[in-house]
């Protein structure tokens, strides 16, 4: 299985004037293109994604809203352990209830998407912070578990913008 972590785009400032629960804040028009534009720099990377799946927050869930139509991935699943504050273990059990070979993309919030990595990776305190609309993908041979992923690549979202724009080689 491979997971790929992706943190939501650039989200509106809080103001409790606007969106009285922090739940509702949305991204901005720039955090909508930049979200966008990493989205097809990860269908770039990585064509075969089966499975999205993200926090309940709408800066989050609009994002995996977009990847959903860039990866072409009809049914984006709603994880109430994504959520800020969420387990990073109860992500784990989910992840491990789905086929082995699927890549699946999570889409959460920082420091928890960080912590999560660093768990997956190294089980030991650690972590790995994703800037907005950056991903990395981690790699299991089989279960999910703590300190057994393969760290595969890393990506700000300025390459995967940049991934975006790139022409196919022919």
């Known amino acids: 299985m ?4 992706f943190r939501h785009g650039p989200a509106e400032v ?8 922090d739940t509702e804040r949305p991204l ?21 994604v089966a499975r999205l799946v993200t926090s ?3 800066r989050a869930a609009r994002t995996a809203r977009i990847l959903s139509r860039a990866l072409k991935i009809e049914r984006v699943e709603t994880l109430d352990a994504l959520a ?35 768990l997956l990776l190294f089980n030991n305190g650690a972590s790995l912070p994703l800037e907005k609309a950056g991903a990395c993908s981690i790699a299991f041979e089989s279960t999910v578990r703590p300190g057994a ?7 700000p979202p300025r390459l995967l913008c940049r ?3 790139k022409r196919a080689s022919r």
């Open 56 to 58: 309940p927050l709408e």
């Open 28 to 48: 901005t028009r720039r955090g909508e293109k930049r979200s966008r534009r990493a989205a097809l720099g990860l269908r770039r990377i990585e064509p075969g």
């Open 84 to 118: 800020p504050g969420g387990s990073p273990r109860k992500v784990i059990e989910a992840l491990n209830r789905y086929p082995r070979l699927d890549t699946v993309v999570a889409v959460g919030h920082e420091p928890d998407l960080g912590v999560l990595a660093g």
């Open 149 to 155: 992923g393969t760290l595969e690549w890393v990506a």
């Open 14 to 21: 809080r103001d409790p004037s606007r969106w009285p629960e």
């Open 2 to 5: 491979r997971v790929i972590l």
């Open 163 to 165: 991934m975006s724009r």
